[in-house]
């Protein structure tokens, strides 16, 4: 088993993929329903075999690489907006979870991961699917560990908690350990923004770095729908003026030596941050191309999972995988 490969689903713009890339697994199908998301995976990795489908019409029999895969990982988007309530409403939400499921019973992966907001783990909403899981994927003889994650343990900017289900077939599920985190001292907005800050001569990038010494708020991205490209709802822009970031709208460039940072004058005095300082809160690697219009990349940005984050359980997956 020295070669792991996967298959990821709800791909969006990689973070999962790429993270699990970086501890050792070779995807053999990646899979998401936005045109925009698929552009974005091909464009970075041009091997990686990317489907352009809806979940729930996904028939593995017509895609044989899906099968004999060590994982099958899936994240679903993250929708805190006024469209969360009628997703949920609608079950969609729960149906692509529980295809998620069925996919599994259809290719046998070795092991699943599932990640997405933490209440997948401990929320009344998701008691159902929970019950659900437990009922599927024990009869096809996996074990199961459910925690709560937050990125910044692994040394994202910003406080972000993910719910995480991984199921690993008995034989291998005893080495298994959820992840430990990987810094001591989590990273700041100002630390992790600085340098892009300065890179088109703003002089007052230091000073309002220098006060920034809090991890990012959660990124949201919004629904197709719904959302446009800001920061998230108003408790969250509140957390970002205490930033001195002005998280009504995102730039479409980096501040010049001409902007003046002043937040005593209220939001127009506060900076901007730009779709690609997004990206970076969100640990991409500043090649990481994200493709699309404004709102549709950070749409993208904002439901991926952390690359860190996907690394550190793959690495964790892998080890017991291989013990």
Known sequence: MSGLTFVDVCSGAGGLALGLEQAGFEPSLLLDEDADSCRTLRANRPRWNVLQADLLDLDPSEHPESYDVDLL???????KSSATAARAESGAEERLLRAAVYLA???????LLMENVPTLVHGDRFRDFREFARAELDHLGYEF?????????????QDRKQGV???IKKTWHPSFR?????????VSVGEALAPSMRSRGWKDADRWAAQAIAVAPTLVGGSKSHGGADLGPSGTKRKWAGLGVNAHSLSNELPGPEFVWA???GKDGMVQLTVDQTALLQSFPEGWEITGKKTARYRQIGHASPPPVGEALGRAIAHALRS
């Open 263 to 265: 937040p005593e004058r």
């Open 145 to 157: 560990s459910w925690f709560v994650l937050n990125a910044a343990d692994f040394g994202v900017p």
């Open 73 to 79: 990982s899936a994240g679903l988007p993250r929708v």
């Open 165 to 167: 289900l991984v199921a």
């Open 178 to 186: 959820s992840p430990s985190p990987t810094v001591a001292d989590h």
């Open 105 to 111: 019973h259809a290719i046998r992966p070795r092991a």
